[in-house]
């Protein structure tokens, strides 16, 4: 089953009128995989992501099925080897990219009987970091975290097209954050980013004459708590900060939910007090 066929019966089994468009496509025996730009709307606003998805995301019986009528995600298809093979072609091909471009060879190609032709590694990562923060496929599964982490670049990727040991690559990272040329959130690699913590509102909530405001951490700087302020009239002041068990990269999960939910419960004395979420079918 093509790419194509296999994404429009998913679409038609889960109602979506998600936009998905290939970007990057690597056919191996008749397998296609692609990096996919996608594109959707909710209730309240309208989002895109790009990722890299194999026939098997979409395919009935292998990503999904119909569980009591409905259609539901029945497993993870990380192990797809045409998949896993597609990426690793697009890191040699990225490899020989760097290779035969001077800009990213510590020597001249002047003389090819008397030079090794080594890459330059910090060239070369900045490149890569560029690229993929212009959602350029080099070699990256997802662009899902882009917002809150600041980049979807992993070290492992920039080790596998320099082809180095992560330990090598560990040293060429940090002295490269100590000269300020990237910034690293983990093993993410990001353009360089002098951030301060940050809180994005995600529900006011209403009682009476005050207003609560409800907030999550905008970036990994930031306490990972909900945080809650009360507003009076002209005043506002912190009331609570509720510790996270997730770090809400792509929103809250539902059990921190709902311990929010319980604790205004609590705070109002009102049993039936409740906060609704929206969510999508997750890949």
């Not at 080594?118 to 070699?139: T, Y």
């Not at 954050?177 to 093993?187: D, F, N, Y």
């Not at 005043?235 to 510790?243: A, G, L, T, V």
Request: with cysteine; proline share 3%; glycine share 4%.
């Amino acid at each position: 089953m093509s790419l194509k066929r296999s994404l429009s019966e998913f679409k038609k089994a889960f109602s979506t009128d998600d936009k998905y468009t290939s970007l990057r496509t690597i056919t191996i025996d008749g397998h296609e995989s692609a990096w996919m730009k996608t594109e959707g709307t909710t209730k309240d606003n309208s989002w895109v992501t790009y990722e890299f998805h194999c026939e098997c995301d979409f395919s009935k019986g292998i990503a999904w099925d119909f569980l009591k009528s409905k259609p539901s995600m029945i497993g993870s298809q990380m192990n797809c080897l045409y998949k896993e093979t597609a990426i690793h072609l697009r890191i040699l091909e990225l490899r020989q990219e760097y290779l035969t471009n001077d800009n990213f060879l510590k020597v001249p190609s002047f003389d090819f009987s008397t030079y090794n032709f080594d890459l330059d590694e910090k060239k070369v990562i900045l490149n890569m970091s560029k690229r993929a923060s212009q959602n350029e496929w080099v070699g990256q599964r997802s662009a899902l975290a882009a917002t809150f982490w600041g980049g979807t670049l992993y070290a492992q990727t920039c080790a596998r097209v320099l082809d180095i040991s992560m330990a090598s690559l560990w040293k060429i990272l940090n002295e490269m954050e100590k000269e300020k040329l990237i910034s690293l959130e983990g093993a993410v690699i990001c353009e360089y980013r002098n951030i301060k913590p940050s809180w994005e509102l995600w529900k006011e909530v209403v009682h009476g004459s005050v207003k609560y405001l409800i907030s999550l951490p905008a970036n990994s700087k930031t306490k990972n708590v909900w945080r809650i302020e009360e507003v009076k009239s002209k005043s506002k002041k912190i009331i609570e900060e509720i510790p996270l068990s997730h770090v809400p990269t792509f929103g809250p999960d539902v059990d921190d939910v709902f311990v929010l939910e319980c604790f205004f419960k609590d705070f109002f004395r009102n049993n039936e007090f409740s906060l609704a979420i929206n969510s999508k079918p997750k890949l």
